[in-house]
């Protein structure tokens, strides 16, 4: 499901309350090795694992960190630092967290590092929201509903983008990313109710600011 969808139905569940069947996405039915097989055989340095690790979180990484920075080469740099965490920490991976929750909490610390240290400078290198958003070409299907799509998709992500970094952090990881509350708590380093308290707030707050689009 695409990952405006996904935040679309929490928002609009809220505003209107029923019943959303969600169909799986395509990428669940690929096969990957498991974290556990991953793990032992990156800590043993053998590149197919690597590459595994790659292809199997590569777009997740990107994502998250598209919606943290919104800005496509910044994403870009923090996914490949990311996997040069990985590799380089690998071996120091006590396995007290799920090899994911580790992966997102590096891509979270790292774009929270980025948005600190750029500042100004990469706010105004980064192309307007609107720009960047239509700024793709649509191959298939209606032109007038693509963009129609396309500014609905430029509202959400101006709108999160106006969030608190910490109502952004849980918006992200939660109804974008569809990680679990426990895996949230772990990569924020907070507790349950706070994850659950922020996400409710953030929630209501773009609730309020997309009626009118919804």
Not at 46 to 68: A, C, E, G, M, P
Not at 90 to 109: A, D, H, M
Not at 124 to 139: F, Q, S, V, W, Y
Request: charged residues 30%; hydrophobic residues 40%; proline residues 2%.
């Amino acid at each position: 499901m695409d990952i405006f969808v996904i935040i679309y139905t929490v928002i609009f569940r809220e505003l209107f309350p029923f019943k959303i069947v969600q169909t799986c996405r395509p990428e669940e039915s690929l096969v990957f090795e498991q974290d556990a097989v991953l793990i032992k055989g990156l800590k043993a340095g053998k590149q197919h694992y690597f590459n595994q690790l790659v292809f199997k979180y590569k777009d997740k990484i990107y994502n998250t960190s598209y919606r943290f920075l919104a800005d496509y080469q910044e994403a870009n740099d923090i996914t490949q630092e990311c996997f040069m965490a990985v590799h380089k920490n690998i071996r120091k991976f006590r396995e007290e967290s799920s090899l994911s929750t580790w992966i997102y909490t590096i891509t979270v610390n790292l774009c929270k590092n980025r948005l600190k240290s750029a500042g100004n400078r990469m706010r105004e290198r980064t192309l307007p929201i609107m720009e960047r958003a239509l700024d793709i070409k649509d191959d298939k299907g209606n032109p007038a509903k693509f963009l129609e799509k396309k500014e609905f998709e430029t509202k959400i992500q101006a709108e999160i983008e106006k969030l608190s970094s910490d109502m952004k952090d849980v918006v992200i990881l939660r109804d974008i990313e569809q990680l679990s509350y426990e895996e949230i708590a772990k990569i924020l380093s907070v507790d349950l109710g706070t994850v659950k308290s922020r996400l409710h707030r953030a929630r209501l707050e773009l609730c309020t600011a997309l009626k009118e689009v919804l």
